[in-house]
């Protein structure tokens, strides 16, 4: 572990070098997303409340008020001012890190490191969400919550259901780049027509983005369990 | 004859990954069945089509999570 960090710091590109492809798409799109949101945040701050945003501001508003509006009808009506924010941005990693094989990158949850990644990231969200806002003490009954001889199941039920979360991710992406291995792999030319007209809408478009959603909403709810009453 | 049970053991790995993506069974007929369900949804309220077909993807998404077990079980037994 330290020899890792003494490494980073000394041979940067050298340990960037290294890494696997899913590696190197994960980072690379979270430093445009980081970049992007950061120009378009400040953007629509310097906004005053008469303007009319356009282009690439307007698709950002619309986005965040919609998840937004989401969180305060459905899920989380006394929290969502708290959690709204945590959960746009991984709707908006998974959405890009989904379909990140269309820029000519891996797509990063293919890799299983960053899956159960996000296992540990759902994980640790919603217990911390559940420690900080519902204090420890009620959050131990709610764990232990029709008889305490419960308390191992609903302890299992809280790690299970994020690992559950992260394979699903894992398996759908995997699938899908296996598929396109298999398919440029054993054709010449055609391959290009047929993966360009049925793979790359079908296994990195739809079911990347209906994953991403999959996986925000199951977050959502989780959280809203363990935080609503 | 360590030669042959290594090759005993590899044939039978990959036995085994072919019956692991059996799951797929289970999804097919689960997915099939929300489909079917939704369908005769949209055929009685054709006004809520676009608000059953997002509740009925989502379903399916999470439907297909034990199929997809079954192949990474099946992948693990091929590459590992």
Redesign the interface.
Known sequence: MMEFFTELFTNPIGVYVGLSSGMKASLIITTFLIISTTIIGLRVKRMSTSDVPHGITFLAVTFVGMVNDMMKNDFLPTHWRKFSPYLVSILLFLMFANTASLFGLTAPLSNINIALGFSLIAFGSVQVAALYIKKPIQRFKDLADPHPLFLPVNLIGEMSTPF?MG??L???L??GA?IGLILYGLTSWIGIIFGAFLLHPIFDIFFGL??A??YF??LTIFISMAVED | MAEFTEFFAQGMAFIGAGIAVFTGIGPGLGQGYAAGKAVEAIGRQPEAASSIRTVM??GQ??A??TG??G??VA?ILIFA
């Open positions: 559950a394979l699903r894992f398996g759908n995997l699938s296996i209906v994953q959603y999959v909403m199951l | 993807i989502t998404a999470l297909e999570t997809l077990y192949l990474i992948i």
